[in-house]
């Protein structure tokens, strides 16, 4: 839904740019061409990896990980797996609600959506190239620990 | 030699994967699945972001990012930043073309980092989502305690990175204050405020330096200026 909306808005000002300015809009479409493929080539090898090392870990052992009765370990593993795993959002929400089912704790699992959201490995080679090294590793350590602090402060919420 | 490193990971993981094919015909698949289930997410989202950055690359011009997202533009700005992130679609990665443009256009690393962020969580769909499946108590909790996490972590990120610094790391962006030097008549007469040229092309490209200082032939540096400034 919200990508349609999105394809809409970005089909729709291209078109006024192309009206009013053709020059300026082929201009804007090979800077957008470049950066569209460049992304691609950089994060596909890194997706096929990761993709292929989560279908080989057990489930069981996740299952371990976020029931751990610390709740502090266990929102450190939800971190932990969220940073390393890239899923789509929609698939996210509901793969959560069965992990909290097979007994995972909300801890963990408000930690693992933070990362998950806000915390990239797959695409920190994306991040580098767009921001540099600095900001791709301070952003993304920041992240992870704001993750672990609303974790944690979800057991006062709650 | 980038691109050989670049490519390299592909055939280490075309390797593992011809190895898992042979051991689990179940499991190589589980993987191919959700490869493409993200990449199709990716290719659906990335075109129309790409556009949208590259057209505001193209027209909108350096003052207005400096004023709504500079480091001056305080609450405002902060606001604004959060309100872009939220309003969009699509995972983090799709933020960072719009961002480095912004960035590149004069953001703050602060208001950078808040736009980022709240793409990736700030979400009013996500919230509805996430309460559907995990409860309203727990999302809502979580959404008010991220909210200030992201102002308090902006405020973190630029005190430890200045933007002179992302703007150096950018490839793209390397010798840009060469070619803007270039564009300056040379003749370092200080008639700008700046002590020589070079000063002044610093100031141009770090801190978003307005382009018709120059007294010597105003128009003709402004113009040319401003073209290559757009460029990215």
Same mark, same amino acid.
């Given at each position: 839904?919200?990508?349609?909306?999105?394809?809409?808005?970005?089909?729709?000002?291209?078109?006024?740019?192309?009206?009013?300015?053709?020059?300026?809009?082929?201009?804007?479409?090979?800077?957008?061409?470049?950066?569209? %493929?460049?992304? &691609?080539?950089?994060?596909?090898?890194? /997706?096929?990896?990761?993709?292929? !090392?989560?279908?080989? $870990?057990?489930? *069981?052992?996740?299952?371990?990980?976020?029931?751990?009765?610390?709740?502090?370990?266990?929102?450190?593993?939800?971190?932990?797996?969220?940073?390393?795993?890239?899923?789509?959002?929609?698939?996210?929400?509901?793969?959560?609600?069965?992990?909290?089912?097979?007994?995972?704790? %909300?801890?963990? &699992?408000?930690?693992?959506?933070?990362? /998950?959201?806000?915390?990239?490995? !797959?695409?920190?080679? $994306?991040?580098? *190239?767009?921001?540099?090294?600095?900001?791709?590793?301070?952003?993304?350590?920041?992240?992870?620990?704001?993750?672990?602090?609303?974790?944690?402060?979800?057991?006062?919420?709650? | 030699?980038?691109?050989?490193?670049?490519?390299?990971?592909?055939?280490?993981?075309?390797?593992?994967?011809?190895?898992?094919?042979?051991?689990?015909?179940?499991?190589?698949?589980?993987?191919?699945?959700?490869?493409?289930?993200?990449?199709?997410?990716?290719?659906?989202?990335?075109?129309?972001?790409?556009?949208?950055?590259?057209?505001?690359?193209?027209?909108?011009?350096?003052?207005?990012?400096?004023?709504?997202?500079?480091?001056?533009?305080?609450?405002?700005?902060?606001?604004?930043?959060?309100?872009?992130?939220?309003?969009?679609?699509?995972?983090?990665?799709?933020?960072?073309?719009?961002?480095?443009?912004?960035?590149?256009?004069?953001?703050?690393?602060?208001?950078?980092?808040?736009?980022?962020?709240?793409?990736?969580?700030?979400?009013?769909?996500?919230?509805?989502?996430?309460?559907?499946?995990?409860?309203?108590?727990?999302?809502?909790?979580?959404?008010?305690?991220?909210?200030?996490?992201?102002?308090?972590?902006?405020?973190?990120?630029?005190?430890?990175?200045?933007?002179?610094?992302?703007?150096?790391?950018?490839?793209?962006?390397?010798?840009?204050?060469?070619?803007?030097?270039?564009?300056?008549?040379?003749?370092?007469?200080?008639?700008?405020?700046?002590?020589?040229?070079?000063?002044?092309?610093?100031?141009?490209?770090?801190?978003?330096?307005?382009?018709?200082?120059?007294?010597?032939?105003?128009?003709?540096?402004?113009?040319?200026?401003?073209?290559?400034?757009?460029?990215?």
């Amino acid at each position: 839904m919200g990508t349609i909306i999105l394809m809409g808005v970005a089909l729709t000002l291209l078109l006024i740019s192309f009206f009013k300015n053709r020059k300026k809009t082929k201009k804007s479409i090979i800077v957008a061409k470049k950066m569209l %493929f460049e992304t &691609i080539i950089n994060v596909t090898g890194l /997706l096929l990896l990761i993709s292929l !090392v989560l279908a080989l $870990i057990p489930d *069981e052992l996740i299952k371990s990980l976020l029931g751990n009765s610390s709740m502090f370990l266990s929102g450190l593993y939800g971190a932990m797996i969220g940073t390393v795993t890239i899923i789509p959002a929609f698939v996210a929400f509901p793969l959560a609600n069965s992990m909290m089912e097979s007994g995972a704790n %909300f801890v963990a &699992i408000a930690a693992f959506i933070t990362t /998950l959201t806000m915390v990239g490995f !797959v695409t920190l080679p $994306i991040e580098i *190239e767009h921001f540099g090294k600095k900001f791709a590793f301070y952003r993304n350590g920041l992240s992870f620990v704001l993750a672990l602090v609303i974790a944690l402060g979800m057991v006062i919420m709650l | 030699m980038k691109k050989n490193k670049k490519f390299k990971i592909y055939f280490i993981v075309l390797f593992f994967y011809v190895i898992v094919f042979f051991i689990s015909r179940e499991k190589f698949f589980e993987a191919i699945n959700s490869f493409f289930l993200v990449l199709k997410d990716m290719l659906q989202v990335l075109p129309p972001v790409m556009i949208l950055s590259g057209l505001i690359s193209v027209w909108v011009p350096k003052e207005i990012i400096t004023k709504n997202f500079g480091k001056s533009s305080g609450l405002k700005g902060k606001l604004i930043s959060i309100f872009i992130g939220s309003v969009s679609a699509g995972p983090i990665y799709a933020a960072f073309p719009l961002t480095q443009t912004l960035l590149y256009k004069g953001a703050s690393v602060e208001n950078a980092i808040i736009i980022l962020s709240s793409w990736a969580v700030m979400k009013v769909p996500m919230l509805i989502v996430e309460a559907k499946f995990l409860g309203m108590p727990f999302a809502v909790s979580r959404y008010l305690l991220t909210l200030p996490g992201i102002l308090i972590m902006g405020y973190f990120a630029s005190k430890l990175i200045s933007r002179k610094e992302v703007l150096d790391s950018i490839d793209s962006l390397s010798g840009r204050v060469l070619e803007i030097e270039e564009i300056l008549p040379g003749f370092n007469c200080s008639g700008c405020g700046y002590s020589n040229c070079s000063e002044y092309a610093e100031a141009i490209f770090y801190n978003n330096e307005i382009t018709s200082k120059c007294v010597k032939q105003r128009e003709e540096v402004k113009i040319k200026l401003n073209e290559l400034l757009s460029d990215e």
